[in-house]
């Protein structure tokens, strides 16, 4: 009598027949006996010529995901050849059965491995995938309408920390160019007029803190002198009435000066320390 297993086994459901599923029973048979040469080799080629119409098939699957139809069909042929070298006729099963998931599974590896821009660990692309499936189930029963990170939790089975986590993977996927104009489609503005320019004041301030020590070390008339001219603005006449020297002398002084500290801060690279 059939064991309780054996009564409760679900029958595995018929493989979908296409009129790209030639018969190459024998040649497998054939190949499997044959050792490895050029005639073996010759065989195998043959099957997958055979075979080449499935593997397209299955690559469509997957043509609107960014990938190129041309670099689809290779990743899915490539599949089909090591389906065909591995495959053993001797354990029953039709080679469908064994070359579809070998196929199918070359071209998520194909995507999982090429095709991100960022790298993305396999678990937040697992969540990836997940979310993205589950906002599209949705969506179709609402009318397009987006779907709430709570509603793809209830949905998945997720936690909405894990929800983020995968919509954060989204658009990790592909890379914008920079002279693309994302948003409205009136915004003709691209992602270069975004990015940020180098700010001068970061030079101004390496170069306060290099003259700064020198400043100190000049004689108490010269550093006088200075702060007159650049901090409070007063002209080179008002410095020489103040000193009680010609607005020529207070030139020269300031020349001279600025020269001095500028060939002392150009001689060799100094370290900035912070000051308090």
């Given at each position: 009598m059939p064991t309780?297993?054996?009564?409760?086994?679900?029958?595995?459901?018929?493989?979908?027949?296409?009129?790209?599923?030639?018969?190459?029973?024998?040649?497998f048979r054939r190949i499997a006996a044959l050792p490895p040469g050029p005639e073996?080799?010759?065989?195998?080629?043959?099957?997958?010529?055979?075979?080449?119409?499935?593997?397209?098939?299955?690559?469509r699957r997957f043509r609107h995901r960014g990938e190129t139809a041309d670099d689809l069909t290779q990743v899915a042929q490539l599949g089909l050849v090591k389906a065909?070298?591995?495959?053993?006729?001797?354990?029953?099963?039709?080679?469908?059965?064994?070359?579809?998931?070998?196929?199918?599974?070359?071209?998520?590896?194909h995507f999982r491995d090429e095709l991100w821009v960022v790298h993305v660990p396999r678990r937040v692309q697992e969540l990836r995938g997940q979310v993205r499936s589950a906002d599209h189930e949705?969506?179709?029963?609402?009318?397009?309408t987006l779907s709430a990170v709570h509603e793809i939790a209830t949905h998945t089975g997720l936690t909405e920390a894990e929800v983020r986590l995968g919509q954060g993977a989204l658009e990790a996927y592909t890379a914008w160019s920079l002279d693309a104009a994302p948003g409205h489609p009136t915004d003709s503005h691209p992602l270069t007029d975004t990015l940020g320019g180098i700010e001068p004041?970061?030079?101004?301030?390496?170069?306060?803190?290099?003259?700064?020590?020198?400043?100190r070390?000049?004689?108490?008339?010269?550093?006088?002198?200075?702060?007159?001219?650049?901090?409070?603005?007063?002209?080179?006449?008002?410095?020489?009435?103040?000193?009680?020297v010609s607005q020529m002398h207070v030139s020269r002084l300031i020349s001279r000066t600025c020269a001095r500290l500028n060939a002392q801060v150009m001689a060799e690279p100094r370290v900035v320390k912070r000051t308090a």
């Amino acid at each position: 009598m059939p064991t309780q297993v054996e009564r409760t086994r679900k029958p595995r459901p018929a493989l979908r027949s296409y009129d790209d599923t030639p018969d190459t029973a024998e040649s497998f048979r054939r190949i499997a006996a044959l050792p490895p040469g050029p005639e073996r080799s010759a065989l195998c080629q043959e099957v997958v010529v055979a075979w080449m119409p499935m593997a397209v098939r299955l690559a469509r699957r997957f043509r609107h995901r960014g990938e190129t139809a041309d670099d689809l069909t290779q990743v899915a042929q490539l599949g089909l050849v090591k389906a065909v070298s591995r495959f053993d006729p001797g354990l029953g099963n039709a080679f469908p059965s064994f070359a579809i998931p070998t196929i199918l599974g070359e071209v998520k590896r194909h995507f999982r491995d090429e095709l991100w821009v960022v790298h993305v660990p396999r678990r937040v692309q697992e969540l990836r995938g997940q979310v993205r499936s589950a906002d599209h189930e949705l969506s179709a029963t609402r009318g397009g309408t987006l779907s709430a990170v709570h509603e793809i939790a209830t949905h998945t089975g997720l936690t909405e920390a894990e929800v983020r986590l995968g919509q954060g993977a989204l658009e990790a996927y592909t890379a914008w160019s920079l002279d693309a104009a994302p948003g409205h489609p009136t915004d003709s503005h691209p992602l270069t007029d975004t990015l940020g320019g180098i700010e001068p004041a970061f030079d101004l301030i390496v170069d306060r803190e290099a003259l700064r020590p020198l400043l100190r070390a000049l004689p108490e008339r010269e550093r006088e002198i200075l702060y007159m001219r650049f901090y409070c603005e007063m002209t080179q006449a008002r410095i020489g009435l103040r000193l009680g020297v010609s607005q020529m002398h207070v030139s020269r002084l300031i020349s001279r000066t600025c020269a001095r500290l500028n060939a002392q801060v150009m001689a060799e690279p100094r370290v900035v320390k912070r000051t308090a």
